[in-house]
């Protein structure tokens, strides 16, 4: 199939399980950076939440609100949207066909290409320098960046057992076991990625201890 196919909702009729299955094949070079970019609204929309949970003195709900908050970033939002911004560029700088194709240029604006690949880890960075988050403890974080991280392998794999099709066109240059390598290899990457974030939070703000006081006018 084309380039411009694999952007496409696939359906086959009568075949009501590879249906379903190819309404989650979005296109090579778009799913990671879909879920990089709802992963971005959903923490600000927590953040947001919590900011005005604080000025109108809800202390009960604000707790609560900020651990997800701070779970959020240091488990998903900064380690995804830092991988995103890693694996893209440099796949896109070695040979942008496997990840971006010239053919993309016509229906997916620069803009938008940079909103999806790019400004996620400025604004990650952002986060990290203008607001201190709570890290859980390091076993705890790995386990469910680990959890998530083989969660999403296997939807992967799994679209690949129904429909014959990778999710990432570039998979299909590999051999199962360089397959294997390749998927260990971003494990161990996104570990590194989330390491580097905690280190960073701690480097800035110390062993921070969050006040919940509400807000004094």
């Known amino acids: 199939p084309s380039w411009q196919g ?3 909702v696939f359906c086959r009729p009568k075949q009501w399980g590879k ?16 879920h ?16 005005v949970l604080r000025l109108i003195k809800k ?28 694996s893209f560029w440099v796949l896109y700088t070695y040979n942008r066909e496997l990840v971006y194709p ?18 996620v880890l400025p604004l990650a960075l952002l986060e990290i320098f203008a607001t201190p988050h709570r890290y859980p403890p ?9 959890f998530v991280s083989v969660a999403y392998l296997s939807w992967v794999l799994w679209i690949y057992s129904v429909t014959g099709e990778w999710v990432y066109p570039l998979f299909t240059f590999f ?3 360089g397959l294997a390598a390749f998927f260990c290899s971003s494990i161990v990457l996104i570990v590194w990625i ?24």
């Open 6 to 8: 694999r952007l496409q």
């Open 19 to 34: 249906k379903k299955a190819n309404q989650l094949h979005l296109g090579g070079s778009s799913i990671a950076p879909l």
């Open 36 to 51: 990089s970019s709802v992963l971005q609204a959903v923490f600000y929309g927590i953040s947001f939440l919590a900011d």
């Open 59 to 86: 202390l009960p709900s604000v707790k609560y609100i900020i651990s997800c908050r701070d779970l959020l970033f240091s488990v998903l939002a900064f380690p995804v949207s830092t991988f995103v911004f890693m």
């Open 102 to 119: 010239k053919s993309l240029d016509g229906i997916i604006p620069m803009w938008l290409n940079h909103a999806m690949h790019t400004v």
């Open 138 to 146: 390091k076993k705890k974080g790995l386990i469910l960046l680990g």
């Open 175 to 177: 051999s199962p076991v």
């Open 194 to 217: 989330y390491n580097t974030g905690e280190f960073l939070n701690r480097m800035i703000w110390g062993q921070f201890t969050f006040c919940f006081s509400p807000v004094v006018k």
